[in-house]
Nanobody, 126 residues
Framework: EVQLQAFGGGLVQAGGSLKLSCIVSGYTLRGNNVGWFRQAPGKQREGVSCSMDSFGTTDYGNSVQGRFTMSRDNAENAAYLEMNNLTPEDSAVYYC???????????????????WGKGTQVTVSS
């Protein structure tokens, strides 16, 4: 069974930074894609980043480009998200997910990889 757990969320002041961690079990990240997604109240789930190991690339949503940096540690089967210059618009529940891909520049996730697991709340104050 695939399990994903995101950790590291919390309350931070606008302009601050926060680092999230994702631990994956039941699925090998090495050679596979993993990304970050978020969902704020009243909004659709949004793709934040997608790391494609086979291509050696990492893509980001337009709203976080230049501010967020995703990394991975295949030996630890984990992924991370460094968030800088946070704004209240970044407030959301953040999830990691395997099987991300790009669809005309948008970060999405394969339907058969729909394992969301437990997200972590990020709240940015004004």
């Amino acid at each position: 069974e695939v399990q994903l757990q995101a950790f590291g969320g919390g309350l931070v002041q606008a302009g601050g930074s926060l680092k999230l961690s994702c631990i994956v079990s039941g699925y090998t990240l090495r050679g596979n894609n993993v990304g970050w997604f978020r969902q704020a109240p009243g909004k659709q789930r949004e793709g934040v980043s997608c790391s494609m190991d086979s291509f050696g690339t990492t893509d980001y949503g337009n709203s976080v480009q230049g501010r967020f940096t995703m990394s991975r540690d295949n030996a630890e089967n984990a992924a991370y998200l460094e968030m800088n210059n946070l704004t209240p618009e970044d407030s959301a529940v953040y999830y990691c997910g395997v099987g991300c891909y790009l669809d005309y520049g948008k970060i999405r996730r394969y339907a058969n990889m729909n394992y969301w697991g437990k997200g972590t709340q990020v709240t940015v104050s004004s």
